[in-house]
């Protein structure tokens, strides 16, 4: 099966092993995920103001892209791996389902695109990974079975807030334990795995992500988290970032933040696709677990 | 906030409304948005009296830190009662100071600007200017 795959500005940079360990998880399975020619930035995050659609359009260049590109794969579906990216696209996908004047205003301004037609589906990689490749198929093929290894879940908020482009329950979200349990591993229960990381506040006021961080890691210390697996780049980056804010609150101690892809791909035998760092961790873990 | 207003407007809230169709009339004040806001310990108001705040027409919630705090999570808009999306509210609060070209934030004069991603700064430049 072939899907086009949107990847975003931290997947080419700042996480880069997020994207190698997806795409090695999805082969693994069958499924290619092809790249747009041509992408640009999906706006970050998705403006509010419902008078204004001017700053949608950076979104909608690229859904137009899908829709030029999406006799490639026989589908209309755009995958993406940023759980931001997947928020802006899904959001002004929804509000131009709805609002056929900001379609048309929009369509008006594309000089050299074809017109958007608003039948692209946004898809995020954990709905690929639930519904078209299914988590017992994922059991079956496991080359380790991560026994003992504690892993928190943080969702974070795009993914599952707001409601009309949540992929899972936004109060009890299950999608990430789910791939916890089926690698073998133990999900961790916590209050705050879909607390807000403090997101852009890092670059203006970063107090405001070492409070955030220090409140959602310290009970995963409490609870022995080995890992913590995260959906989105920002707020790996975060979480990292306030972890060395507030290491003298923390006591020094810190917990390794993987893409959730990352722990998948270790579990399916997929190292060629990880980190070398990363691997190191997974396999101090892996074979501390099996002592 | 010194002084209590004593003269009621709706004029904040007709602007709100133009920006983000949110009515704040159809809040009653539960203050389920302030439980649940994850940063609302740091905000110089809580975002139930932000919210007040426009139903009072009281523009000196224009001049507070809380609705450039808001970071979009989505947390009070899933679980208001009355269906408002505070979000929004934050955003249009924000856009009657962005919209005049009035900016929260320097982006040459950002600290370690090389530390952090470019998701980051874009968002927090698609947040804090115009």
Same mark, same amino acid.
């Given at each position: 099966?072939?899907?086009?795959?949107?990847?975003?500005?931290?997947?080419?940079?700042?996480?880069?092993?997020?994207? %190698?360990?997806?795409?090695?998880?999805?082969?693994?399975? *069958?499924?290619?995920?092809?790249?747009?020619?041509?992408?640009?930035?999906?706006?970050?995050?998705?403006?509010?103001?419902?008078?204004?659609?001017?700053?949608?359009?950076?979104?909608?260049?690229?859904?137009?892209? +899908?829709?030029?590109?999406?006799?490639?794969?026989?589908?209309?579906?755009?995958?993406?791996?940023?759980?931001?990216?997947?928020?802006?696209?899904?959001?002004?996908?929804?509000?131009?389902?709805?609002?056929?004047?900001?379609?048309? &205003?929009?369509?008006?301004?594309?000089?050299?695109?074809?017109?958007?037609?608003?039948?692209?589906?946004?898809?995020? $990689?954990?709905?690929?990974?639930? *519904?078209?490749?299914? $988590?017992?198929?994922?059991?079956?093929?496991?080359?380790? @079975?991560?026994?003992?290894?504690?892993?928190?879940?943080?969702?974070?908020?795009?993914?599952?807030?707001?409601?009309?482009?949540?992929? *899972? *329950?936004?109060?009890?979200?299950?999608?990430?334990? &789910?791939?916890?349990?089926?690698?073998? +591993? /133990?999900?961790?229960?916590?209050?705050?795995? &879909?607390?807000?990381?403090?997101?852009?506040?890092?670059?203006?006021?970063?107090?405001?992500?070492?409070?955030?961080?220090?409140?959602?890691? /310290?009970?995963?210390?409490?609870?022995?988290?080995?890992?913590?697996?995260?959906?989105?780049?920002?707020?790996? $980056?975060?979480?990292?970032?306030?972890? %060395?804010?507030?290491?003298?609150?923390?006591?020094?101690?810190?917990?390794?933040?993987?893409? $959730? &892809?990352?722990?998948?791909?270790?579990?399916?035998?997929?190292?060629?696709?990880?980190? @070398?760092?990363?691997?190191?961790?997974?396999?101090?873990?892996?074979?501390?677990?099996?002592? | 906030?010194?002084?209590?207003?004593?003269?009621?407007?709706?004029?904040? #809230?007709?602007?709100?409304?133009?920006?983000?169709?949110?009515?704040?009339?159809?809040?009653?004040?539960?203050?389920?948005?302030?439980?649940?806001?994850?940063?609302?310990?740091?905000?110089?108001?809580?975002?139930?009296?932000?919210?007040?705040?426009?139903?009072?027409?009281?523009?000196?919630?224009?001049?507070?830190?809380?609705?450039?705090?808001? #970071?979009?999570?989505?947390?009070?808009?899933?679980?208001?009662?009355?269906?408002?999306?505070?979000?929004?509210?934050?955003?249009?609060?924000?856009?009657?100071?962005?919209?005049?070209?009035?900016?929260?934030?320097?982006?040459?004069?950002?600290?370690?600007?090389?530390?952090?991603?470019?998701?980051?700064?874009?968002?927090? #430049?698609?947040?804090?200017?115009?």
């Amino acid at each position: 099966m072939k899907l086009l795959y949107f990847p975003g500005c931290s997947l080419k940079n700042y996480a880069q092993r997020y994207e %190698k360990s997806a795409l090695a998880v999805a082969k693994r399975f *069958d499924i290619e995920l092809v790249e747009l020619k041509r992408w640009n930035c999906c706006g970050v995050v998705y403006s509010l103001a419902s008078d204004s659609v001017f700053h949608h359009i950076a979104a909608v260049r690229n859904l137009i892209r +899908a829709q030029e590109q999406m006799h490639e794969t026989g589908n209309e579906k755009l995958v993406t791996l940023c759980s931001m990216c997947y928020q802006v696209l899904a959001s002004v996908n929804h509000r131009l389902a709805r609002d056929p004047e900001a379609l048309e &205003t929009l369509n008006r301004f594309m000089d050299e695109e074809e017109d958007y037609l608003g039948t692209i589906e946004v898809l995020h $990689f954990l709905q690929v990974l639930r *519904d078209y490749i299914g $988590f017992h198929k994922i059991k079956e093929s496991l080359e380790r @079975k991560l026994e003992n290894i504690r892993v928190a879940p943080y969702y974070g908020c795009m993914l599952v807030r707001p409601k009309e482009v949540a992929i *899972d *329950d936004p109060e009890d979200p299950s999608l990430l334990e &789910t791939l916890i349990a089926s690698v073998g +591993a /133990k999900p961790i229960e916590y209050p705050f795995r &879909t607390d807000c990381c403090g997101s852009y506040n890092v670059v203006a006021n970063k107090d405001i992500v070492k409070i955030r961080v220090l409140r959602i890691i /310290k009970p995963l210390l409490r609870n022995s988290a080995d890992l913590i697996i995260s959906v989105c780049p920002l707020c790996t $980056f975060n979480l990292e970032y306030g972890m %060395k804010l507030a290491s003298r609150e923390l006591y020094g101690k810190s917990i390794p933040v993987l893409y $959730f &892809t990352e722990l998948l791909a270790y579990a399916l035998g997929l190292d060629y696709a990880l980190d @070398k760092n990363v691997l190191a961790t997974l396999n101090k873990l892996y074979e501390g677990g099996e002592k | 906030m010194k002084k209590l207003v004593t003269k009621i407007s709706p004029e904040l #809230a007709k602007k709100v409304f133009a920006i983000s169709g949110q009515n704040v009339y159809a809040c009653y004040q539960c203050g389920k948005c302030s439980a649940g806001c994850p940063i609302a310990d740091e905000m110089d108001l809580l975002p139930n009296q932000v919210i007040h705040m426009v139903q009072l027409g009281d523009e000196r919630v224009l001049e507070s830190k809380a609705i450039w705090l808001c #970071a979009n999570c989505f947390t009070c808009t899933v679980r208001c009662p009355r269906d408002i999306n505070l979000t929004a509210v934050m955003e249009a609060l924000r856009l009657l100071t962005l919209r005049k070209g009035i900016y929260k934030l320097d982006l040459r004069k950002i600290e370690h600007v090389e530390e952090f991603p470019q998701i980051a700064l874009i968002a927090a #430049a698609r947040k804090l200017t115009g």
